[in-house]
């Protein structure tokens, strides 16, 4: 059982847009920085949105985070067939002294 | 440009042991800390242990304290993962990566598979 919780999955259609949630508690996400990565099949994950709400360099603008009390959200907005992936928050958690991810979320892009 | 590049996976049988590697270049390795997280056949990504920049801080997932030791090298760049007691449940893809283990990892490597099995 992970520590943070994701839906197992999400669809839509190209060109709308889609949340994904990551709900925690007050030793997670209510008192550390969310961070979000992206794993497309068969390669490495990737580093979406960290502290948050911040997008690395060369990520799109399409994505984005946020974070409210003990929940997190990516949005991706205009979607692509190309964002089919496996999407994890991630965080730290103060009281187990370890990180902690989410379950991963599946998303189809129909 | 940063690199990390695993080595070192392969087939073991249940209760061997195996030490995974990963090379690091682009950045100054001593000054990061590094974190091995894993994802099983089927499953999601599963932290596995960090490391801080010194050597001197280290955590671990309760599934592996006591069986697995993180340990860096900085005067060659290199991270390791010793693994012993293997299960057949530890079988996975194994990433190195880079980042404060509190707030992010920013490089992952390519992944260097294990297989425990008989």
């Known amino acids: 059982q992970s520590v943070l919780t994701q839906p197992p999955s999400v669809s839509a259609a190209p060109g709308q847009k889609v949340t994904i949630s990551c709900s925690g508690s007050s030793s997670n996400i209510g008192n550390n920085y969310v961070s979000w990565y992206q794993q497309l099949p068969g390669t490495a994950p990737k580093l979406l949105i960290y502290d948050n709400n911040k997008r690395p360099s060369g990520i799109p603008d399409r994505f984005s985070g946020s974070k409210s009390g003990t929940s997190a959200t990516l949005g991706i907005t205009g979607l692509q067939t190309g964002d089919e992936a496996d999407y994890y928050c991630g965080t730290w958690d103060s009281s187990l002294s370890v990180v902690a991810f989410g379950g991963g979320t599946k998303l189809t892009v129909l | 440009e940063v690199q990390l590049l695993e080595s070192g996976g392969g087939l073991v049988q249940p209760g061997g042991s195996l030490r995974v590697s990963c090379a690091a270049s682009g950045f100054t390795f001593s000054s990061y800390a590094m974190s091995w997280v894993r994802r099983a056949p089927g499953k999601g990504l599963e932290w596995v242990s960090s490391?801080?920049?010194?050597?001197?801080?280290?955590y671990y997932a309760d599934s592996v304290k006591g069986r697995f030791t993180i340990s860096r090298d900085n005067s060659k760049n290199t991270l390791y993962l010793q693994m012993n007691s293997l299960r057949a449940e530890d079988t996975a893809v194994y990433y190195c990566?880079?980042?404060?283990?509190?707030?992010?990892?920013?490089?992952w490597g390519q992944g260097t598979l294990v297989t425990v099995s008989s």
């Open positions: 490391i801080s920049g010194s050597g001197g801080t280290t």
């Open positions: 990566a880079k980042g404060p283990y509190v707030r992010n990892f920013d490089y």
